[in-house]
């Protein structure tokens, strides 16, 4: 079975992007976020720990593996990273291009990276701030990228698809 993490900062939209590569497969555990001021609960949810998805593709396993977004969980990345054949980073246009510069710095740094396919996305693309600052990221760090909207599960599935072809043809 081939391994790729998907991963990316809070609220990039990882959770929605694996569950539309193959619902039916989809595991992870979502809970109601706490508002601190109030201690009640929002109506939004984050994720607990890692998510997992599946696609088969000629004949090949996949297991798409999310990883928490917070900092504070970079020692999941680290255990979820110790063996992977591809990469997916998820990048909310709002956020900082330096955000996505850390986090494709931390999992370039383990075994596995230098021989994986990889690929950004980035959400929310009417929200850039800077979108000219994102692009010159983006550029310099010499990954193919393109705009997704995680919410469809269509050019989800030809995304999760296009990379596992990649990790097939290497």
């Given at each position: 079975m081939k391994k790729i993490i998907v991963c990316g900062k809070y609220n990039a939209g990882k959770t929605t992007f694996i569950k539309n590569i193959n619902p039916e497969k989809?595991?992870?555990?979502?809970?109601?976020?706490i508002d601190l001021s109030t201690?009640?609960?929002?109506?939004?949810?984050?994720?607990?720990?890692?998510?997992?998805?599946?696609?088969?593709?000629?004949?090949?396993?996949?297991?798409f593996?999310?990883?928490?977004?917070?900092?504070?969980?970079?020692?999941?990345?680290?255990?979820?990273?110790?063996?992977?054949?591809?990469?997916?980073?998820?990048?909310p246009s709002y956020e900082k291009p330096e955000e996505l510069e850390k986090i494709v710095g931390f999992f370039s740094k383990l075994p596995a990276y230098k021989?994986?396919?990889k690929r950004i996305f980035i959400t929310f693309p009417d929200a850039a701030q800077n979108p000219s600052s994102l692009l010159a990221t983006l550029k310099?760090?010499?990954?193919?990228?393109?705009?997704?909207?995680?919410?469809?599960?269509?050019?989800?599935?030809?995304?999760?698809?296009?990379?596992?072809?990649?990790?097939?043809?290497?």
């Open positions: 989809f595991t992870g555990t979502e809970v109601n976020e201690l009640l609960e929002k109506d939004t949810t984050t994720t607990v720990g890692v998510e997992v998805n599946f696609l088969s593709l000629n004949g090949y396993e996949f297991m593996m999310g990883v928490p977004g917070q900092e504070r969980f970079d020692f999941i990345w680290e255990i979820a990273g110790g063996n992977f054949d591809g990469i997916v980073f998820l990048h021989g994986a396919a310099n760090l010499k990954i193919p990228f393109e705009v997704i909207d995680p919410r469809d599960g269509n050019r989800v599935k030809a995304a999760a698809e296009s990379i596992a072809r990649e990790i097939i043809s290497t």
